[in-house]
């Protein structure tokens, strides 16, 4: 039958439309629930950062001394190498010390010169007064022989000549006198001793000091090392270089001492204080972290430590945030070497909490 309604199978039918009205309650409650969870995404994320503040500007710091002879000469001894690990006091290189021993001898003979010229200072006649004894002799015997001539020269029993002889050899014999005291006096001067020296010749204690000087450079010919610390930059350090007084001729990085210098903004130093607890991991080392604690806040901003500070006196100043260094101390053995330099990821808990 041509106009009967067609047979329709079961599994056939189509599935019908969802009404509209469902399609608007769907859309609606995306429009009210994505943006509740990117406010409660946004707040937590800001009650995360309450409580401390964090820099990447920060970097590993430690001890470091410029190893430099006091001394110049030729380097005749290197017992160590580039990153050896030394103690405190360990030799490090040696300098020829055959000159210094040669300068050592000539104080010793200094020494010794001087010590002899006091012995022979000690005899000299002028000291024992012998002279002055004799031109008192010599004025007494003169005074009296000018005394006659006057005499008789005022009763005219004599000659000018008779005369002016007695006086000449009166004034003679206290020149004489004059000359012996003010020998006697050089000779005592001698053997006095400065005041600055006590009981001291000051011939011979310019002697000792040559030699103190010359001993102490000869044991500068050893060079140690002041602390314990790794060896670093030693390409100089050869056998045969000359070395020159206070050239520096490598540096000594410190083993004990690490501390992390953190460079945080001005503006994040309103609630830091010193004792608060750290939270450190390391660029070189991603899975390690270590605890530490403020050990200082700089006393300054880097830019007021600067070899050229900035002048902000122009009519064009635009304002920069200022960087201000904090000292971090470790409060933990690292397991892995934190070497000098490396880069370091810094968090301070201000409010005190344990990281």
Known sequence: MADADPQIAPGDTEAAPAPPKRRRWRRLALMLVVPLILIAGGVGYWISLQGKVSTDNAYIKQDKVSISPLVGGTITGVYVKENDLVRAGQLLFRIDPEPYRIQLQQADASIATAQADLTALASDPALTGADIAAAREDIAYAQSLFDRQKALMARGFTTKADYDAAEHQLQQGREQLRLALAQQAEAKSKLAHGAAVPGENPRIAAAQAQRASARLSLSRTEIRAPMAGRVAGSTRLQ????????????????????????????????????????????????????????????????????????????????????RVPVRIAIDEKSPRALIAGLSAHVTVYTDGRKN
Do not use: C
């Not at 000594?252 to 750290?278: C, H, I, R, S, W």
């Open 239 to 322: 056998l045969g270089q000359q070395a020159i007084a206070e050239l520096p001729m490598f540096t000594l990085v410190g083993v004990e001492g690490t501390y992390v210098e953190a460079n945080f903004k001005e503006t994040d130093l309103d609630d830091m204080k010193v004792g608060q607890p750290v939270k450190i991991t390391f660029d070189a080392y991603p899975e390690l972290k270590i605890r530490g604690h403020v050990s200082s806040i700089g006393s300054g901003t880097a830019s007021e430590f600067s070899v050229l500070p900035a002048q902000n006196a122009s009519g064009n100043w635009v304002k920069v945030t200022q």
